[in-house]
DNA sequence: CTTGTTTTGTATCGATTGGTTCAAAACACG
DNA sequence: CGTGTTTTGAACCAATCGATACAAAACAAG
């Protein structure tokens, strides 16, 4: 038909998704999106159409992966309790190792009240991630490791709003020890 | 000795912050800020020496603002567990009314990571909050609604956490009765 | 090898960015 | 009423912004 593509889609939006996610949005032009991408301008929108539809797509890519490790973790047969302990272990451990803290929550803060489709995605993925948590919660009742007052939903919510909190006390300047201590006060609630 | 003022100082940075505020750093641009302080360019540069000296002067006089809110809170008779109650009710409150977020949360996700002397500067008042709190619980322990077995500063900073993590899971498009969840859950930990 | 279609590199677009220059205007002080 | 000092407004700066134009290059299909 035509002149292939010289580069893998996928790859390139991973590229963008690191340059976005260490500078954020606005902090991040064109021209490091060429860079860091490997591609040149022509390609990019060839490909891309604008810096905000690459910006969405490296955002969906993100939440995928992220989406991805979640389901996985509450698909084994821990207890309820260890799962999210672990869950919350691991968001101490990232944001102990690096200092880019997390994509969602930093699209969120930056973009949500400002872009509509973004913000959309972002409720879409909490929801999801909500359902998940719940599920398990609920079917995790019989381990005996979780409050059976408690409504699951409601439990949820709270393990969501634990990691968010996690991650802005962890740019905030809070040490490993405090995040950990969170997470562990945190679990005391279930 | 000289041509004087025509404007006040701390009315200018307080336009400054609104502007940031709902705009975030990178994304308003001193045209912007001229509009929202009323200022023309001479007067903010000759004042504020740049954009980033204004957004740390907004910074710091919001700082001040919430934390003496804070404090005013805690010095009142309320039992300890009535005080976070109504620290995280508002909390609560605020995210429902308007979308721009907080502006700690906004700075720390937005410029933690790219601008030291930010950095420094939250973090010199995630400490100041810390150490209310815990004089706080610590305190209240005779009110007999905290857990007298859990350490003090750990409380306090799990209820540092909570609060940002009202805020993330409000960006990201949590309802008012879910935020609301959160907030009952968290004061079980307690 | 031609033809048709797409990708790619380069050059460039107008607009906007944060910031400066400079002279006129404004006032306190003597 | 000068005089000295500062503030103010307007014009202006190079640099960069996101995005486009366009032709040469690359390849699949015939």
Not at 65 to 89: F, M, N, V, W
Not at 94 to 117: K, P, Q
Not at 184 to 189: D, E, G, K, P
Request: hydrophobic letters at 40%; a negative charge; one cysteine or more.
């Amino acid at each position: 038909m035509a002149r292939p593509r010289k580069f893998d889609e996928e790859q390139a939006v991973d590229a963008a998704l690191e340059a976005f996610w260490t500078t954020g949005y606005e902090a991040t032009s064109t021209q490091e999106l060429c860079e860091a991408t490997g591609l040149g301008r022509s390609s990019i929108y060839n490909t891309f159409h604008s810096k905000r539809d690459l910006f969405r797509r490296a955002l969906a890519l993100y939440i995928d992966r992220r989406t991805g490790e979640l389901t996985e973790l509450l698909d084994t047969d821990l207890t309820i309790h260890a799962k999210i302990g672990t869950l919350l272990e691991r968001v101490v451990a990232e944001e102990s190792e690096h200092d880019r803290g997390c994509f969602f929550v930093n699209s969120a803060i930056e973009l949500a009240d400002r872009d509509a489709e973004v913000a959309q995605e972002l409720e879409r993925d909490y929801r999801r991630r909500l359902d998940a948590l719940t599920a398990a919660i609920e079917s995790g009742r019989r381990d005996g490791d979780v409050d059976r007052a408690k409504d699951a939903r409601a439990l949820a919510h709270f393990v969501i709003a634990t990691i968010g909190g996690i991650r802005v006390s962890a740019r905030a300047g809070a040490d490993r020890a405090a995040l950990e201590s969170v997470a562990r006060t945190a679990l005391t609630a279930l």
